[in-house]
């Protein structure tokens, strides 16, 4: 297993480059505001193995060294979410300062215990569901169809999670998940009185709360095949726009069975955050607070070249309201225009007709990532004609 600071000597800072830098959205110079490049890369939530928490199971392992960098990659993809849902994209993390409520009832759903919503446990049991065995590693889309399960019973955010599949985003079936007006609770519905019980990372009453309203915050997670032992070059300037969206969440993925939470690029590198180092785990101290600082990458991110990534990703997008999950529509259907660079994915307004229900080719979440892929993921569509029946 390689350790964090085995890697920052490699990566010890950015290059002297006039290429922008961008992280998640935001559009940085090295020579002017290399701070704040910083100050951001730090504010991530960073989530790594660790040892000697509560046995997953009451039996498993208590260590998710070696197995889960996956997991913790989809903690961090998440985590980004519910930072964007509750504090705000502008939010940052600084040493020392007090945070806010919010922010830690965020750090608790996450924390290494059974009862956190998206806990290392939580993702481990619901895996099974998933056809992946407590230890077993993780792709992209497994990862992605947890925490969308998960998700259900995060009440306090009430998000609503859209995996798309067969590379396709389906405006119509997004928007009737988004507008579907049940009863939600969230920070701007509910701000959490401080005389509140704080249960699972939430106010407990929040249920008593609840509120309509007419857009249930988005997390888009997009599942994608780009290519087949390597990145298509085609793909590399829409995946760079996708880091410049101000909805991005950033991407999942890495190299074979050594997952990372990639945030942003400068030139030909992405940056991103590394899992693959073994801390202890927290708990809270006797007073109640959560020491925090071991969640905060605080030296300069990793980068690798573009070419280097496992063809295997999945893309995410936060939209909080409807005007920005039409923004991001825009967006995307700008990219298709720009010189050189091949969609990831299609946007279409309703699901083409030609496509038949997953259930009834038995492409459940208990398929294996390796099965879907070979059957959906395919970058070269050239071979490949679909016929109506």
Request: proline content about 6%; some cysteine.
């Amino acid at each position: 297993t390689l350790t964090y600071d085995t890697l920052r000597f490699e990566y010890e800072d950015f290059p002297e480059t006039k290429e922008p830098v961008w992280i998640l959205g935001r559009k940085y110079s090295v020579f002017t505001e290399k701070e704040e490049i910083l100050l951001d890369v730090t504010s991530r939530l960073w989530f790594t193995y660790r040892k000697n928490f509560p046995a997953i199971g009451g039996t498993g392992p208590t260590s998710d060294t070696g197995w889960g960098c996956m997991l913790r990659c989809g903690q961090m993809i998440f985590a980004q979410a519910l930072v964007c849902r509750h504090l705000g994209r502008d939010w940052r993390w600084i040493k020392g300062k007090r945070q806010m409520d919010d922010y830690f009832n965020v750090l608790n759903a996450f924390i290494d215990k059974k009862d956190s919503y998206y806990s290392i446990h939580q993702i481990a049991q619901m895996g099974v569901g998933e056809g992946k065995s407590i230890g077993q590693w993780y792709g992209p889309n497994t990862v992605a169809q947890v925490l969308k399960k998960l998700a259900t019973f995060d009440t306090w955010s009430s998000l609503a999670v859209h995996i798309a599949m067969d590379n396709t985003v389906v405006m119509e079936e997004i928007r009737r998940l988004c507008q579907s007006n049940v009863p939600c609770a969230g920070a701007a519905a509910c701000p959490a009185l401080e005389s509140d019980v704080l249960y699972n990372g939430c106010p407990e009453d929040v249920g008593l709360r609840e509120r309509l309203t007419p857009w249930k915050p988005l997390v888009l997670l997009i599942p994608l095949r780009l290519g087949l032992t390597e990145i298509n070059e085609a793909y590399i300037e829409t995946l760079k726009h996708c880091f410049m969206m101000p909805q991005s969440l950033g991407v999942i993925g890495g190299k074979p069975n050594s997952a990372h939470y990639f945030i942003g690029y400068v030139g030909e590198e992405l940056i991103y955050l590394d899992p693959h180092t073994t801390q202890p785990a927290v708990e809270p101290s006797e007073s109640g607070c959560l020491p925090d600082e071991s969640f905060h990458c605080q030296h300069p991110p990793c980068r690798m070249s573009i070419a280097e990534l496992d063809p295997s990703i999945a893309v995410g997008f936060f939209c909080n309201t409807e005007a920005d999950f039409n923004d991001w529509c825009q967006q995307i259907k700008k990219l298709s225009l720009v010189r050189g660079a091949l969609p990831m994915f299609e946007l279409v307004e309703r699901q083409p007709s030609h496509f038949s229900n997953p259930d009834v080719l038995n492409l459940t979440p208990d398929s294996s990532d390796a099965d879907r892929l070979e059957r959906f993921f395919d970058s070269e569509d050239e071979d490949f004609e679909i016929l109506s029946l």
